[in-house]
């Protein structure tokens, strides 16, 4: 993994424009949605009277949620470009998982890890489905707490103990991740080590 790619996620790292170029692109339809937003709404939102409001709310949103960013250039134009700020680079990094979730985006069972592990014993395997386990059920207890923020309604005895019990889970998130970077740290000899078995001369290709 580019060494930029590893810092782009920390909120003190500058990145320059080469670095920039290492994290996924912003899909080129979210960019020319948000292009074109832009241009029908033209001056840049706030800067002249008559724009459509909702039309400049929705654009300003997807250009953020997306790792965008709308910027006046020195011909006093509008330009869209890839925003170099640490949260945004994050959601260009990990997209829904960070916007929904606030984790990064992790491999998980049933694709990329699974053809990771093939070949790594059985008992460092277990131990990292477990760490990610463990860290996908505390994420998902997010969901749930939004679910019951959003009840207008009275909450019920039940409903009380269940957001009590998913904010204890979501609160050891942190911990859980900690814990799953630990699981991969130890796991990755095993990894290399069995990758390198596959690719060498007589080894499966």
Not at 125 to 154: G, H, P, Y
Request: include cysteine.
């Amino acid at each position: 993994m580019p060494y930029a790619r590893l810092g782009a996620a920390a909120p003190d790292t500058l990145m320059s424009a080469e670095d920039m170029a290492v994290l996924p692109d912003v899909d080129e339809h979210t960019r020319k949605l948000v292009e074109l937003g832009v241009f029908l709404g033209a001056p840049a939102p706030s800067a002249a009277p008559g724009y459509n409001d909702d039309l400049a709310a929705i654009t300003s949103d997807l250009a953020g949620r997306s790792g965008l960013a709308v910027r006046r250039n020195d011909t006093g134009g509008i330009d869209v470009v890839d925003d170099i700020d640490p949260e945004a680079r994050r959601r260009r990094l990990w997209g829904d998982c960070w916007l929904e979730l606030g984790i990064p985006a992790l491999p998980g069972p049933g694709g990329e890890l699974d053809a990771l592990l093939v070949g790594v014993p059985g008992e460092s395997a277990d131990r990292l489905l477990d760490a990610f386990r463990a860290v996908a059920s505390a994420a998902m207890a997010k969901l749930r707490l939004s679910e019951l923020e959003d009840t207008d309604r009275a909450w019920t005895p039940t409903e009380i103990d269940e957001y009590d019990q998913l904010s204890a889970q979501h609160d050891r998130l942190t911990r859980l991740l900690a814990d799953y970077a630990q699981a991969v740290t130890e796991i990755l000899p095993a990894i290399r080590a069995s990758s390198s078995s596959e690719s060498s001369p007589g080894g499966v290709h």
